[in-house]
């Protein structure tokens, strides 16, 4: 069980060095498409001519997750997004996740990139998102920004879609902790029901399968939540800051019996709203016309030198 390592670099990838750690970055969603430290892969992204599966490290805005059968209204106005997920009939994880994102700044170890959300059908707003992928000391660093360029305030959401593990170690031989006390129970199109309260900590994840938003999450003294996912190789931490007050773990059960991928690696992605968000309101982020917003998450394997 191996991860994939790019090696056909197309005029819209760029890769990222620092001292012993490597990303390569996509044009394509803006998307992780790979990071190693002192050699070892951390995130599990895609082969050469491959199509990035199940998202794979993209940014998901102006919404993470699922908005049920793509509908929601606002100041008493019907809206309807087109529906990218069939077999559930929801509009899942935004506009942008194709998108060939534009080049704003690139340097040995960063890079940013900018993507324009004009007014269409379903989202009648202009939003410009940006993100930045920053080799540090610390591990790799994201941050995502936003702002309203329209005249009307915008309802917002994003999340980055990246996958982490170990090779040679599938989902069933490792651990995983969250910092969160709710996760959200779902019905059978995996739309929310409630939040309900957590009987036991996440831990050993043999046999479990998720694909499930938490809440609540608890953060250290520093201000930031941490997620670690771990096993006999090391253990991996994914930060995030306050903007983040949600989490979706995913499994990659959804692959079919027989492919590599299935329950290879754990996707984390620290949201900063729920599903179904645009609908609830729970945690949207609001922004008034010229308004902006930034955030910032990472990642640091425990084997990276310092």
């Known amino acids: 069980m191996t991860f994939p390592t790019p090696a056909i670099l197309t005029d819209r990838e ?3 060095t620092r001292a012993d750690e490597q990303a390569v970055v996509s044009a394509r969603g803006g998307a992780l498409r790979s990071y190693t430290a002192a050699g070892r892969p951390v995130v599990d992204g895609w082969a050469d001519a491959e199509v990035p599966p199940a998202f794979n490290g993209a940014v998901l805005a102006p919404w993470p997750n699922r908005i049920r059968d793509g509908r929601w209204s606002r100041g008493g106005r019907a809206h309807q997004l087109p529906i990218n997920e069939p077999e559930r009939g929801t509009a899942l994880h935004g506009l942008v996740i194709w998108t060939d994102w534009q080049l704003v700044a690139h340097g040995p170890e960063a890079i940013m990139l ?8 379903g989202y009648p707003f202009q939003v410009e998102v940006g993100v930045t992928w920053s080799l540090t000391e610390a591990g790799l660093a994201c941050e995502l920004t936003a702002i309203n360029t329209g005249p009307t305030r915008a309802p917002f959401g994003v999340a980055t879609h990246a996958f982490f593990g170990f090779p040679d170690r599938g989902v069933d031989e490792l651990t995983l902790s969250l910092p969160a006390r709710t996760r959200q129970a779902v019905d059978e199109r995996l739309l929310p029901l409630e939040t309900v309260a957590l009987s036991r900590p996440l831990g050993a994840l043999r046999g479990v ?3 499930t ?6 953060r250290d003294e520093d201000g930031l939540a941490r997620a670690r996912l771990s096993c006999d190789q090391g253990e991996i931490e994914v930060w995030a ?5 949600w989490w979706q773990l995913y499994t990659s059960d959804m692959f079919d019996a027989g492919d590599p991928r299935r329950r290879r690696s754990v996707a984390i992605e620290p949201m900063t709203c729920g599903p179904d968000a645009f609908n609830s309101g729970r945690d949207l982020i609001e922004l008034a016309p010229g308004q902006s917003w930034s955030g910032r998450w990472g990642v640091r394997p425990s084997w990276l030198s310092t």
């Open 114 to 121: 900018s993507c324009r959300i004009p007014a269409q059908p």
């Open 241 to 245: 800051d306050a903007s983040f007050g």
């Open 14 to 16: 760029w890769v990222l």
């Open 209 to 211: 399968e998720l694909d």
């Open 213 to 218: 938003a938490y809440t609540d999450v608890t």
